[in-house]
């Protein structure tokens, strides 16, 4: 497994702040990883620069904005060929629907869906609508969420 930079304990107690809360001002952020606040910018640049920090987000509540469904989707391709692949993925990308998409093995599914919206209405219409109508999707299970146990982005960063 290759590691892409050399990080030490200051890069990483900047990431884990930042991803605790992405927010956090520049001054904010050097407070807490006890830096002054040009160094902490320009450390926060470099880890955007090397591809570590991607981007940074906002989380919603999705129950507070009415999307009370969330749906994990197992579908399965007809044929095992690029092309395939490709078409489903540029078109489930258009779908707002579809919070991650991962293409998966040791299970008869080739992809796995989370999908949030408002009620079972809305999924039955994305599913019949939407995916089943997607070339070369063979079928489909549906599993629904009932209760987000663990449910965060962050990464384990005990391992740097």
């Known amino acids: ?6 990080l030490d304990r200051t ?19 050097a407070e807490r990883v006890g830096l002054s606040p040009s160094p902490c910018s320009r450390r926060v640049q470099k880890l955007e620069a090397a591809g570590i920090i991607l981007r940074r987000e906002t989380v919603l ?23 395939r692949f490709a078409n489903f993925e540029a078109t489930v ?10 293409l998966v093995t040791g299970q008869e599914a080739d992809y796995l869906l ?14 019949l609508n939407k995916v089943t109508r997607i070339e070369g999707v063979s ?3 549906s599993s629904f ?7 965060t982005s962050a990464l384990p960063l005990d391992y740097l």
Request: aromatic residues 4%; charged residues 25%.
């Open 1 to 6: 497994m290759e590691k892409l930079a050399n």
């Open 11 to 29: 890069d990483v107690r900047i990431l884990r702040a930042l991803q605790e809360d992405g927010g956090l001002t520049n001054q904010q952020l």
């Open 61 to 83: 509540d999705p129950r507070k904005l009415g999307l009370d469904l969330t749906v994990m989707i197992q579908v399965s391709m007809d044929r095992h060929i690029p092309e």
């Open 93 to 102: 990308s258009q779908y707002p629907e579809v919070q991650q998409c991962y």
């Open 114 to 127: 989370k999908v949030v919206v408002p009620d079972i209405d809305h999924y039955q219409n994305f599913l």
């Open 139 to 141: 079928g489909v299970h």
């Open 145 to 151: 969420v009932m209760r987000r146990v663990i449910d």
